[in-house]
């Protein structure tokens, strides 16, 4: 799966954004998607994923009242719509995909070693 992020830039605190990941190689049956973040200096941190066949979601508790996560099936793209943006929003976000066991458990879902594939990052910078 090769996947490729977009939609990254510089905000003003309270604006909203949206990413798009555009997904190719195979089909996404099977697998999951979504997003992880890393802020300058800080480890990378799960934010949503979505399971491709069924569309049911999981959003970190701290984002899940500003963030949501979607996908279209059809064109094979994915999103994550923030809003009431914070600058502790700030850092590169990643689209991400690993195969549907990520959802077993919570600890499953956001370590980032059950996720082999990984686009290449988009950076949001939200100013004060």
């Known amino acids: 799966v090769q996947l490729q992020a977009s939609g990254g830039g510089v905000v003003q605190a309270g604006d909203s954004l949206r990413l798009s990941c555009a997904a190719s190689?195979?089909?996404?049956?099977?697998?999951?998607v979504g997003w992880f973040r890393q802020a300058p200096g800080k480890e990378r941190e799960f934010v949503a994923i979505i399971r491709w066949s069924s569309g049911i979601t999981r959003i970190a508790d701290s984002l899940k009242d500003r963030f949501t996560i979607s996908r279209d099936n059809n064109k094979n793209t994915m999103a994550l719509q923030m809003s009431s943006l914070r600058p502790e929003d700030t850092a590169v976000y990643f689209c991400a995909s690993g195969p549907d066991r990520v959802w077993t458990s919570w600890r499953t879902s956001v370590a980032t070693g059950n996720y082999p594939y990984w686009g290449q990052g988009t950076l949001v910078t939200v100013s004060s």
């Open positions: 190689g195979r089909t996404l049956s099977g697998y999951t």
